[in-house]
Each structure stands twice: as C-alpha cells, then as structure tokens.
C-alpha cells in the first residue's frame, strides 16, 4: 500500500504529514526503497547491479554504499572487485551478500525512506547481524520501515506494531510490548 501496489480500503497513510492519495506514483516510488525477502540481482556485475538504480553513481559513491551496507570486504576478496559478476540472480552470492548487495543498491538511491520486507527471513545468524549492523547504519539518515517476524531484527527498533489478523494491536518499544502484548511476547 505504501507504494500504491495495492489500494487503501479505510484509513489513510501519512508521510510526513502528507496523505499518499494526493502524492504521484512517481514521487513516492522515487522516496521508498524496498528490499524484498528475496532481492533480484541481475546476470551482471556487482558494478552494474549498482548502476542499475543509479546510473550516474560513482566508484566513490559506490565503495560507500558497499562499505554501509557491509559487503565491501567481501567485495575485495573477488578477483575482479566491483567487476566481478555474480551470477543468474546472484548465483555466486550467499543469500546474505545478496541483501547486503540489494542494500547498497537502495543506498545509491539514496530514498529518505527504505522498507525492509522480511529482509533477514531466511538468512543464518551470521549473515542477520550483518544486515542488523546495516539497519543500524541506515537509521541515522533513513527512516526505516521492517517488516519482520524475526525478534532479533526488529529488537532496536524505535516504534515496534503488533498485527494480528490484520490489524494493529498494540505499539511501542520492545520492552513495553514484552510487558504488556501477550501477542508479542508470544
């Protein structure tokens, strides 16, 4: 709904004040950045996997967003750096470079506002806390927008809502939905 992929049936949703109904497609889809559980990443290099969202960004812009998003070490281990390709949707990367390097795109685009979409579902421990350390990171210039079943990526968060059957049942920080939310602390 956020991003006018489905339409709202009651209620409304504000950004910054502003209600999405009377905001362009085009405007809100050039200020969101989603990366989805399962990201696409082109038959390409990790360069024109970046370029792919922003043309026009640089070597140094590039390396930044890497650096951000917690895959530029891994980055400088391959033989061809930011030249290297990567695969049928990403075939050579890991299921957590694969968010790292969907994050970094994200931050080419440079959205004030990023969704994450079970970003961290289905990856280990390991490859989690990295995008956890990334979310963290993004959090001084974003505003970030999880969606997660995962407690352990939603811990930090400023604002946590509880759904259940489609509804907000309860909000706030972790340590007052843990004492008082049955359904969270379930």
């Known amino acids: 709904m956020l991003n006018k992929l489905y339409s709202i049936?009651?209620?409304?949703?504000?950004?910054?004040?502003?209600?999405?109904?009377?905001?362009?497609?085009?405007?809100?889809?050039n200020n969101i950045g989603v990366v989805t559980q399962a990201p696409y990443i082109f038959n390409r290099t990790i360069r024109e996997n970046l370029q792919f969202i922003n043309e026009k960004a640089t070597e140094e812009e590039m390396i930044s967003a890497l650096k951000r998003a917690h895959i530029y070490d891994f980055v400088c281990t391959l033989d061809g750096g930011l030249d290297s390709k990567v695969g049928e949707n990403g075939l050579m990367l890991s299921g957590g470079q694969k968010q790292r390097?969907?994050?970094?795109?994200?931050?080419?685009?440079?959205?004030?506002?990023?969704?994450?979409?079970?970003?961290?579902?289905?990856?280990?421990?390991?490859s989690q806390q990295l995008i956890v350390n990334a979310i963290e990171d993004l959090k001084k210039d974003h505003t970030i927008i999880i969606v997660a079943h995962r407690l352990s990526t939603i811990l930090d968060s400023d604002c946590i809502m509880v759904l259940d059957k489609g509804q907000v049942i309860d909000q706030g920080t972790h340590k007052e939905l843990y004492r008082r939310c049955k359904q969270y602390k379930e």
Do not use: C, F, Q, Y
């Open 101 to 126: 390097l969907a994050i970094a795109r994200i931050l080419l685009k440079n959205s004030p506002i990023i969704v994450l979409d079970e970003a961290t579902s289905a990856l280990d421990n390991e």
């Open 9 to 29: 049936n009651s209620g409304e949703i504000l950004i910054d004040g502003h209600n999405i109904d009377e905001l362009t497609e085009d405007r809100l889809r």
